[in-house]
């Protein structure tokens, strides 16, 4: 018989995202002309680098010696400024040698949650429309994601906590969900998170936040930008069966940089610890010294980047709302908008034709799970110029 590959890594499903950027890298290196380029609005990233201050602190770092292996769980000091971190932003006081995990990204400290939880059989629910790779991590543990979509109520998506009720079964194990939202920009209010701390209670579940983007949130209520979305931390006892993930990408501009983090329950956090020595060892040491700094200095960043992400968010919804058959819910976090179409059924062929036609690039909604399809995820993170030709192209597409 011949060799061949795991079925477990067969379930996952490569991205549609990733699928239509290919395509869209491939026209790239086929146009000579650079105003002829593909307008890239698919990926969830901001077109803002690295700040200098944290580029300099990389180098120190680097300088200092920050070269070789840290200990698993990652450099103590970093670990002491996130517990800071947790302290000034949300009142919560985290033990850094115990409750605190580096890891090398967000997605890392999402994989190594999911899979401690995990094992083959078991079910995971997930809230969608939602970042497409906790169900793939889900699958790849040779589990099944049982995808609950949250339901658009008026301008707002809420839970469905009747569905969440009927979706449990006795093989269920881990409850997975993400505030602020990507796609939606959706972000759970502290009700919402007492109401899924007390389910996943009843239940006998862990709870699994992705709250990568905590400090990309607009406050409805007067507060001012630079106030952090609500976290699950805040609700949580130290003995409850929490994970939160965590990376520095979104906030500083670190995308590249490969530096995240995970908050858990002591038994959980010390079983991350000791996973990291056979998926990556350790996060970077000068990254992580950087992420300090940036934690330590980034306020005033994050404030400025906040305040021009908004501006172009209300660009988007204001330019969507005027075109017919588009609803355009309001994001109260994160830095996209995710219009639904009125009659689309495919939302892969038109953002595939989209891009053919017109050279515009976003992501098709049906890529983030159940109630995503008839939608689209643009990120807005772009320059304002770039932002409004691709806004603009797009209009003119849907007329047609």
Not at 296 to 315: P, T
């Given at each position: 018989m011949p060799a061949r590959i795991a079925s477990s890594a067969q379930a996952v499903p490569y991205s549609r995202v990733r699928e239509l950027a290919e395509l869209a890298m491939r026209m790239d290196a086929e146009t000579a002309d650079p105003g002829e380029k593909v307008l890239r609005l698919y990926f969830g990233e901001s077109n803002i680098p690295t700040p200098e201050f944290i580029r300099r602190a990389a180098r120190k770092a680097m300088?200092?010696?920050?070269?070789?292996?840290?200990?698993?769980?990652?450099?103590?000091?970093?670990?002491?400024a996130l517990a800071s971190h947790y302290s000034e932003m949300h009142g919560v006081e985290l033990d850094p040698e115990s409750e605190i995990v580096v890891t090398a990204s967000g997605v890392q400290a999402l994989n190594t949650g999911i899979r401690i939880t995990l094992d083959p059989g078991d079910e995971a629910l997930v809230l969608t429309p939602a970042w497409p790779n906790g169900s793939a991590i889900a699958r790849y543990s040779c589990a099944t994601p049982v995808e609950i979509p949250l339901a658009l109520s008026g301008n707002r998506y809420e839970i469905d906590f009747d569905a969440l009720e009927r979706?449990?079964?006795?093989?269920?194990?881990?409850?997975?969900?993400?505030?602020?939202?990507?796609?939606?920009?959706?972000?759970a209010t502290e009700r919402d998170q007492e109401r899924l701390l007390e389910f996943t209670?009843?239940?006998?579940?862990?709870?699994?936040?992705?709250?990568?983007?905590?400090?990309?949130?607009?406050?409805?209520?007067?507060?001012?930008?630079?106030?952090p979305a609500p976290s699950i931390l805040r609700q949580a006892a130290r003995e409850d069966a929490v994970i939160v993930v965590q990376s520095f990408s979104k906030s500083y501009c670190m995308t590249g940089w490969r530096v995240g983090w995970l908050v858990a329950r002591r038994d959980l956090a010390a079983k991350a610890a000791e996973l990291n020595e056979i998926v990556v060892s350790?996060?970077?040491?000068?990254?992580?010294?950087?992420?300090?700094?940036?934690?330590?200095?980034?306020?005033?960043?994050?404030?400025?980047?906040?305040?021009?992400?908004?501006?172009?968010?209300?660009?988007?919804l204001a330019a969507l709302r005027r075109m017919p058959g588009v609803t355009a819910p309001e994001p109260e976090g994160a830095f996209y908008v995710f219009p639904r179409i009125?009659?689309?059924?495919d939302s892969f062929d038109f953002c595939r034709r989209l891009l053919v036609e017109t050279k515009v690039g976003i992501a098709p909604g049906g890529a983030f799970g159940a109630g995503g399809e008839g939608s689209l995820r643009i990120c807005y993170a772009s320059d304002r110029p770039l932002l409004e030709t691709a806004i603009a192209r797009l209009a003119r597409f849907l007329e047609k």
């Open positions: 300088a200092d010696g920050y070269l070789r292996y840290t200990e698993n769980a990652g450099l103590l000091s970093t670990r002491r979706a449990v079964t006795p093989r269920t194990r881990t409850l997975i969900y993400t505030s602020p939202s990507n796609p939606l920009g959706w972000t209670r009843r239940h006998e579940l862990w709870l699994l936040a992705d709250e990568v983007y905590e400090r990309l949130y607009y406050p409805r209520d007067g507060r001012p930008l630079g106030t350790c996060a970077s040491g000068f990254a992580q010294r950087a992420a300090e700094t940036a934690l330590l200095r980034g306020e005033s960043s994050i404030r400025e980047m906040l305040a021009r992400l908004k501006e172009s968010r209300d660009f988007c009125e009659g689309l059924t």
